[in-house]
């Protein structure tokens, strides 16, 4: 009985089947990673986009919070009546009597 691998082209049989198919497989990787690179791009926008807005509200928040307050200094100055004087936090008004 012949060895069936003497058989002559049975040992390219063998290694055409078993051999590793390299150039699909980096194709496939360089298209998934395309597309990776594409999603993390588009990603990269949309969150640059949302700071940006982030930002601009902060920014608004900001000012107002300044502008009420300078507005509750300005009107607590303004409306202290005369005579009245603050000691650790309370207030006091002085009252003159005639005897």
Known sequence: MPVSNSIKGLRNLKTIHTKKKENQSNFL?????????????????????????????????EDFSKSVLETEETLKEDTKPEGVQEKGGQQFKTVSFDY
Do not use: G, P, S
């Open 29 to 61: 990787k360089l298209y998934i990673l395309d597309k990776e690179r594409i999603r993390l791009r588009n990603e990269q926008i949309r969150l640059n986009l949302r700071l940006e807005i982030i930002n601009e509200r902060l920014k608004e928040i």
